[in-house]
């Protein structure tokens, strides 16, 4: 596990993350120079979306990849950026990046491929315009800023160190369904997941642990997105939406979390509000590391 981003440290970001306060370098994300106005009030919309570097990640085979994210600063406004210019890589428009934004932070959304010869120093730069202000994030090879699976367990779990001995695994994914339908019309999909049940939950000795310290209450649309638990769980989300426009509901979203399991299954309709080519992502977690399938769907306008 690469210690170049420490359990401690890692952990922190891991609690900054989950205030969407998680920034990996400052430099690697512009900013502004002074406070927007109001900056103390929770906006349900009309705020822009900052993108993230999250680090980068030499595989297994040797390639390196940069992994990106974002924080849609709105509490309740999910935006629609379509691949161009406003949202887009500097190389390429288009890396695969989302152009669905949930609102908050998300992590480690998604990764970009490099030449093994990428230098050291050369920037990848995505950047997103949305409400009328332009932000950017920029990926380089900083070796303080090399991660591992070890690093996403601890931003992305619950805290504390990951498994060691077993280790844990990344869930397995797969998806069934037919890739074509009307607008309106049910979509029938099936996603199954296997793990290797780990992690399993801690055993804490409740009659030992004093009772938390209260906590200053928080405005509802203030509160923070809930850290992961324990378990294997599969959700589904929108990645893609038309250039266009268009809403997708699924029925339902996601699975039960089974604790300790190692296969779950989810039967899942999606409706269609809108014609048009949409990106699906089933995404497979076992509370502390997480595996997507994207699912490319064509919706038509009439019966099918």
Request: charged share 20%; net charge neutral; glycine share 10%.
């Amino acid at each position: 596990m690469k210690l170049r981003l420490g359990f401690q440290q890692a952990a922190s970001f891991a609690v900054l993350a989950a205030w969407g306060a998680f920034v990996p370098n400052a430099a690697a994300q512009s900013s502004r120079d002074q406070l927007p106005e109001e900056a103390g009030f929770a906006r349900a919309a009309g705020q822009d979306v900052q993108p993230f570097f999250e680090g980068w990640q030499r595989l297994p085979d040797g390639h390196i990849v940069m992994w990106f994210g974002y924080l849609n600063r709105n509490y309740q406004e999910e935006l629609d950026l379509p691949i161009g210019p406003g949202n887009r890589f500097d190389l390429r428009d288009d890396e695969g990046q989302p152009t669905h934004f949930y609102t908050r932070r998300r992590l480690f959304v998604f990764k970009v491929g490099v030449p093994d010869d990428w230098p050291a120093d050369k920037r990848l730069t995505w950047t997103l315009t949305a409400n009328g202000r332009t932000n950017t994030a920029n990926g380089w090879l900083q070796p303080e800023w090399e991660v591992d699976e070890g690093v996403m367990q601890m931003n992305i779990g619950p805290g504390g160190a990951p498994p060691v001995d077993p280790p844990n695994t990344a869930p397995g994914i797969s998806v069934k369904g037919d890739t074509t339908v009307g607008v309106g019309k049910p979509l029938k999909l099936t996603a199954s997941a296997t793990d290797d049940g780990i992690p399993t939950p801690r055993n804490r000795n409740r009659s030992a642990s004093a009772p938390p310290p209260p906590r200053m209450p928080l405005p509802p649309a203030a509160a923070p997105l809930p850290r992961a638990q324990i378990g294997l769980r599969i959700r589904w989300i929108l990645y893609r939406a038309p250039a266009g426009g268009g809403r997708v509901a699924f029925e339902p979203d996601r699975s039960d979390i089974l604790v300790g399991g190692t296969s779950a299954e989810l039967a899942t309709q999606v409706t269609f509000s809108a014609p048009g080519t949409y990106w699906l992502r089933a995404i497979a977690s076992d509370g502390m590391l997480e595996t997507p399938y994207d699912l490319k769907v064509t919706v038509i306008e009439g019966q099918r």
